[in-house]
């Protein structure tokens, strides 16, 4: 074997072996939260679902994990996983065998996993009803030494071995009914050649700025590559997951901060990134609350931050949108701001409420601790920024541009006249009027107006903000609140997207000195802990689900924002 790989090694605990437009990766991540002892197959249509494991026959080996390259190793004895094309994987092994065997020992008429020799090119197939797809195991080089629960029914062991005293070399394919027998259209060294290039070739296109620094880019830039659908189902777009984890999804805010992310370098990607919810936009113009392979849920929705993100994501683009592009996308923007506007004011009400804490994005903030269905300043600030952008719009466009104009004033005095309270900002209950002040960062969120608030409320924001800091971040609730919790969600562990917005927000009111500070806090921290879900917000670990997209865009928003300022000396 003469691959060496390229690449940054990558803990396989903590983020999947996969590659771009790929629903297959390789973790022991089988389940929310759940761990398995071995490496599994695992496939994203229809949901999270493991369908094989792979077993090497010395439990103890090594796992080391590139963006090229997956090896399992102990002693002399190798196990090597390269890509070929999104729906195939090739082993191959070199004085250690592999079991490769059904993730799930019995089978029913719904659900389950089947084992077939199939007649017409001698090759063993799994079928998962799970998944609705097949999974062929073709043999390149070597022989199967032993294969178990052929055309079994019911409970049984169902695998194939490969032993470990000759070479072998197999293809593992996803499909749906049947394909051509698998014929190698490359040597695998050859395979983890082209893999290594495309990586670096995305990598330079997304963060060609990286340097000592930011030690974390190409990580970063491999969560997303590797993060990374073709079109199935009901992703309409090329689309970047959340995670391939258990967070297989792309919400209606996540979105946002990975087309950001990806404008610069792979403006289509970025392009369809912004566009993939509103591709399920209803009647009433609101957005999904998340799509994913096989579902589309509208139980909630999320934050109107589609007019910031916008003017970030134009701002990064190396070629402007056409006009064709740009009138639709006006014609989106248009109609979800509608919703907000029609469908979540109450009548005689200047102010937009939530129904949930789910639709901030923020589920269970202290923000929502009395009232659910709540007037927030937050929401109110988005959509005043989401307004001025159709302003914009409106206008390049040669559309009428008075009304949002007029309506993101509107909003705007509505929130300083009846959220504001001096220092920070209250929520309402648009039922019975109830105001409440709470210690969530979500609270002070409005600074992501930045320029359009008034200075007094930008500077009162601002201290605010710097009581949330700890030294790894942004607390999403105050350390010394009674209500902090450690790994509580929105209740205290340090997020991505906030860190983000509120940087964004308070460097455009002024506040430079702190946004740096807030900036490099959480590239220190991703440095240290990766790019989890979320963060404890006093020991700086990763929490829930570690290989998460929003969190690795960030890292890379905020780096190159970083090396901007250095190069241009400011």
């Not at 294969?147 to 593992?172: H, N, S, Y």
Request: aromatic content about 10%.
């Amino acid at each position: 074997m003469t691959v060496v790989p390229s690449g940054p090694e990558f803990s396989i605990q903590d983020i999947p072996f996969s590659y771009r437009g790929s629903w297959l990766n390789i973790s022991p991540v089988v389940a929310e939260k759940t761990y398995a002892d071995d490496l599994h197959l695992v496939s994203h249509q229809t949901g999270l679902h493991p369908v094989l494991r792979l077993c090497p026959e010395v439990a103890a080996a090594t796992v080391v994990a590139t963006p090229a390259l997956l090896t399992w190793r102990t002693g002399p004895g190798r196990i090597e996983a390269v890509y070929d094309g999104p729906d195939t994987l090739r082993l191959r092994g070199r004085r250690l065998g592999l079991r490769v065997a059904a993730a799930a020992s019995t089978l029913t008429p719904f659900s389950g996993t089947y084992l077939y020799l199939d007649p017409v090119d001698g090759a063993h197939v799994f079928t998962s009803y799970e998944t609705g797809r097949r999974y062929r195991i073709t043999v390149l080089s070597g022989a199967l030494r032993r294969a178990e629960g052929v055309e079994a029914l019911g409970t049984a062991d169902r695998f194939l071995d490969l032993a470990g005293d000759q070479p072998w070399e197999i293809a593992i394919e996803e499909y749906a009914t049947a394909r051509r027998p698998y014929t190698a259209s490359a040597t695998f060294d050859r395979l983890c050649h082209d893999r290594s290039s495309e990586f670096t070739t995305f990598v330079d296109a997304v963060a060609p700025w990286r340097g000592t620094d930011t030690p974390s880019a190409e990580l970063a830039a491999y969560v997303l590559w590797s993060a990374t659908v073709a079109p199935a189902g009901f992703v309409t777009r090329p689309a970047v997951l959340m995670s391939k984890h258990w967070m297989d999804k792309v919400w209606s805010w996540d979105h946002c901060f990975n087309a950001i992310a990806l404008a610069a370098g792979e403006p289509e990607l970025a392009w369809h990134q912004f566009h993939l919810p509103f591709d399920h936009q209803d009647e009433a113009g609101a957005l999904p609350d998340s799509v994913t392979h096989s579902e589309v849920l509208h139980n909630y929705v999320k934050p109107p931050i589609h007019g910031w993100a916008l003017r970030h994501l134009r701002r990064r683009l190396p070629q402007p949108p056409d006009r064709a592009a740009l009138a639709q996308t006006y014609d989106r923007l248009s109609r979800w701001t509608a919703f907000w506007l029609d469908s979540r004011r109450a009548p005689g009400h200047d102010l937009p409420h939530y129904q949930h804490g789910n639709d901030s994005g923020w589920d269970n903030a202290t923000t929502f601790d009395d009232d659910r269905v709540i007037e927030t300043a937050d929401l109110a600030a988005f959509l005043v920024s989401q307004l001025r952008c159709l302003t914009d719009l409106a206008i390049e466009l040669g559309e009428p541009a008075d009304r949002w104009s007029r309506e993101a004033d509107r909003i705007r005095a509505a929130m300083l006249r009846d959220l504001w309270d001096g220092e920070r900002f209250t929520a309402r209950s648009p039922r019975t009027g109830r105001r409440r002040a709470s210690g969530s960062l979500l609270d002070l969120m409005p600074v992501a107006l930045g320029a359009d608030l008034p200075a007094p409320v930008a500077d009162a924001l601002a201290r605010g903000i710097e009581t949330h800091l700890t030294t790894h971040g942004l607390a999403t609730e105050p350390t010394d609140s009674a209500h902090y919790v450690a790994d509580g969600y929105w209740r205290g562990p340090i997020w991505a997207p906030s860190t983000v917005l509120v940087e964004d927000g308070l460097r455009r009111a002024g506040h430079t000195e702190i946004a740096d500070d807030i900036s490099q806090r959480f590239l220190a921290l991703c440095e240290k802990s990766g790019f989890a879900e979320n963060f404890d917000a006093e020991t700086g670990t990763g929490l829930r689900d570690r290989a998460y997209t929003w969190t690795a865009s960030s890292y890379l928003i905020l780096a190159g924002g970083q090396e901007e300022r250095r190069v241009r000396g400011g």
